[in-house]
């Protein structure tokens, strides 16, 4: 982000309850303009369509592509920069993410059918977040 869309992007944050997050590389993408400018469209309403879950109790150690593959065979909302692991405040992985689907219906299936799966020794609780 630029330094003028930042305040943009934390105050929008704000107003939704959200909190700032930073975002984890995703092949060779830039990756904090891509989940930003996700988010971005997400708050202003772009993607109305999309669904949204809120992962708790992750493995500290979990990784993008461990949620990939936990998610298989859902569809997941690409262009969005699908996967935001949530940082505490001393950049440490909070055990959340966020994580966007094409659609809230996949959203809400994939919360039935995956919510308290494990990844590794932990299982995952699974909430809808709008």
């Not at 109305?48 to 500290?60: E, V």
């Not at 996949?106 to 699974?126: D, M, P, S």
């Amino acid at each position: 982000l630029g330094v003028a869309e930042r305040p943009v992007m934390l105050r929008l944050l704000r107003q939704v309850g959200g909190r700032p997050t930073v975002p984890v590389r995703v092949a060779a993408l830039r990756p904090r303009q891509v989940v930003f400018q996700g988010q971005l469209r997400w708050f202003e309403g772009h993607r109305s369509d999309a669904g949204r879950l809120k992962m708790r109790s992750l493995p500290f150690e979990a990784t993008p592509e461990d949620i990939r593959e936990f998610f298989s065979g859902f569809e997941l909302a690409e262009e969005l920069g699908p996967i935001t692991i949530l940082l505490d405040k001393n950049n440490k992985p909070s055990g959340e993410a966020w994580v966007y689907f094409r659609t809230q219906a996949e959203a809400t299936r994939a919360q039935k059918e995956r919510n308290r799966a494990y990844i590794g020794r932990r299982f995952v609780e699974l909430r809808e977040d709008f």
